[in-house]
């Protein structure tokens, strides 16, 4: 779908469709980049990851949004529901994004330049938003063709005509050639995606070690990855969230109510999933940008929002020493084991006192499905109202898989 | 100051003269045994309510007009065209067609 989040912020909002608009995290609370960006704004030179000011400075009538990712959520589900009538291989890349093995569908919906230009049809009248469609034999060349014309087109890669389009386009376009793949490539005197097809493997294995191989089979069309099922996720292998808070964090008091507050939210989505972690990570970056991140086995694996704390408490207290004022926090919880998985107690830790503090979190988190995340909070959170008033569970959960799970 | 002002005052009735704004609306609607949904009636805002005479065309379908999208319901209402929206249970109609 294109400009996604754009182009649903301006069907909401007509009296904006005439003016450049760009969906960005609100800049009073410092999530300062723009997430996307209407046609008309990208016609202006604003790009993705752009802090909100640099965007002002290269148009100044451009108008922010921050990002409602409830009605993102919404218009994901239900372009997926009009794929799903189309095929069940339906693999989301990301909420806006799919790939669609309509193969099986051929006999009974066409082939498969009329599917997509069915669906492209009924996207727009449905959903009031365009897409564009790369038709191709491969997942590589049709994301490929997908990005090849935009908006609300189809381009179709085929057997006879992909070494007139892929191989003429810079090298740049193939999925996964980013920027330290690019550098390398240009060294090598690699400019398009065809000079990629063209080099010997091996030598592209020497210089570039496993991804080189991978990039030339993408380039000349061999990448037999098929297309996932529907609603088959790959296993979770770690929960974490991360905040860049309000204003810079100066003192263990501070970091005590953001990492509570992340605690809270990854806490509530190991116990929704059913895990528990018995790794606990935590990652700062200071306000020079710096960041490292240090984990740390636990004795006996957890969900308990106040373990989970404690743990990254401990942590951050033993590598920080306030240097400089702390700007993003994350805590993580990796080795997820299931939360039936039996475990060795511990004799130096009162386990009737963690069933309780089990039981109790079990009790806040019916409390907060039922009233909403802020009808019940910690003391703690009392502290510091602007730091505390943040829901981390849904302020950010949303990020595409990677193509290699 | 004031040119700029003039200007954008009327650059959005312009704007708001080719897209009204979208009016939610109270609806009477009989769900069927089937679990169908059917639209009969409509409260305006003034609190009137109209009947809904004929429905004539039920769809998933985006309002560009009013901005939303939902499930489209074009009814016949008193001789004119009206397009009625269910967009998650909240129900909205753009001006007449």
Known sequence: ?405 | MVYDETYTREKEDKISRAHPKKIYVGVFVKITDEGKVIPYGLQWTDQKIYKIDRILDVRKAASLKAGGCGMRYICMIRGRKVELFDEEGRWFVTPAI
């Open chain 1, 1 to 405: 779908m294109n400009t996604f989040y754009a182009s649903v912020e301006l069907l909401y909002h007509p009296e904006l469709r005439d003016k450049p608009l760009a969906v960005g995290g609100d800049p009073e609370l410092r999530h300062g980049i723009v997430l996307t960006k209407s046609q008309l704004a990208k016609k202006s030179g604003v790009k993705t990851g752009m802090a909100l000011w640099q965007a002002r400075q290269l148009c100044p009538e451009i108008v922010f949004i921050p990002p409602h990712y409830d009605r993102y959520m919404r218009f994901s589900r239900m372009a997926r529901e009009i794929y799903g009538e189309y095929t069940d291989l339906v693999e989301p890349f990301g909420l806006d994004e799919v790939w669609a093995d309509v193969s099986a569908s051929r006999t009974i919906k066409g082939d498969g330049r009329q599917i997509a230009e069915e669906i492209r049809a009924r996207i727009k009248r449905e959903l009031g938003l365009t897409v564009s469609i790369g038709i191709s034999w491969n997942k590589i060349f049709a994301k490929f063709g997908s990005d090849y014309k935009k908006p609300d087109a189809i381009s179709e890669i085929t057997k006879d005509n992909y070494r007139d389009i892929v191989w003429r386009s810079p090298v740049e376009d193939l999925l996964y050639v980013g920027r330290s793949s690019s550098r390398k490539l240009h060294a090598m005197g690699i400019c398009t995606i065809g000079d990629l097809a063209r080099t010997d493997p091996v030598y592209l294995q020497t210089s570039m070690g496993k991804m080189g191989l991978i990039l030339y089979m993408f380039a000349i069309g061999e990448d037999q990855a098929s297309v996932a099922k529907e609603n088959t996720s790959a296993p979770i292998k770690s929960i974490g969230n991360d905040i860049t808070t309000p204003r810079d964090l100066v003192d263990d008091t501070d970091m005590r109510v953001v990492i509570y507050m992340l605690a809270e939210s990854v806490g509530r989505r190991l116990r929704e999933n059913h895990f528990m972690a018995s790794v606990i990570e935590v990652g700062i970056r200071d306000n020079a940008l710096l960041c490292f991140t240090r984990q740390q086995k636990i004795t006996s694996p957890t969900n308990i929002t106040s373990e989970i704390a404690q743990h990254a408490i401990r942590i951050f207290r033993a590598n920080y020493r306030w240097e400089k004022p702390v700007r993003s926090v994350t805590v993580r919880a990796s080795s997820l084991v299931p939360d039936t998985i039996p475990y060795q107690t511990n004799l130096f830790e009162d386990e009737s006192a963690r069933q309780k503090r089990m039981d109790a979190d079990a009790a806040v988190d019916d409390i907060r499905r039922r009233f909403g995340y802020f009808s019940v909070q910690r003391g703690l959170m009392l502290t510091d109202n602007v730091l505390s008033h943040v829901d981390a569970k849904e302020a950010g959960t949303i990020h595409p898989r990677s193509y290699f799970v």
